[in-house]
């Protein structure tokens, strides 16, 4: 069992900064890959960023060039630096951990508003 606790979450004007973190407790030592995938309202959860095989990273069209995935293994950690948000960014960010055994582990999600 692996559990994800998001935090950092919050409101930011557009054009501004957040960064949102991910820490991994439990049978860490099995996780593979950890990532973020967002949701907005009526819409179906989308990748954010996510890190692959041999350390190499996957964005999401929408985010490439603002949003940066870094890690931290030892403390089994992972933040999301977003920049010029936009208000379309504006959605539930959660935090994924692909197992050894195959599942997949989701938190609770962490909210990001982007409004003026």
């Known amino acids: 069992q692996v559990q994800l606790v998001e935090s950092g979450g919050g409101y930011v004007q557009p054009g501004g900064s957040l960064t949102v973190s991910c820490a991994a407790s439990?049978?860490?030592?099995?996780?593979?890959?950890m990532g973020w995938y967002r949701q907005a309202p009526g819409k179906p959860r989308e990748l954010v960023a996510g890190?692959?095989?041999?350390?190499?990273?996957v964005y999401g069209d929408s985010v490439k060039g603002r949003f940066t995935i870094s890690r931290n293994n030892a403390k089994n950690t992972v933040w999301l630096q977003m920049n010029s948000l936009k208000p379309e960014d504006t959605a539930v960010y959660y935090c994924?951990?692909?197992?050894?055994?195959?599942?997949?582990?989701w938190g609770q999600g962490t909210q990001v508003t982007v409004s003026s």
């Open positions: 439990g049978v860490t030592f099995s996780i593979r890959y």
């Open positions: 994924y951990a692909d197992h050894r055994n195959g599942l997949r582990y």
């Open positions: 890190f692959m095989r041999g350390g190499n990273t």
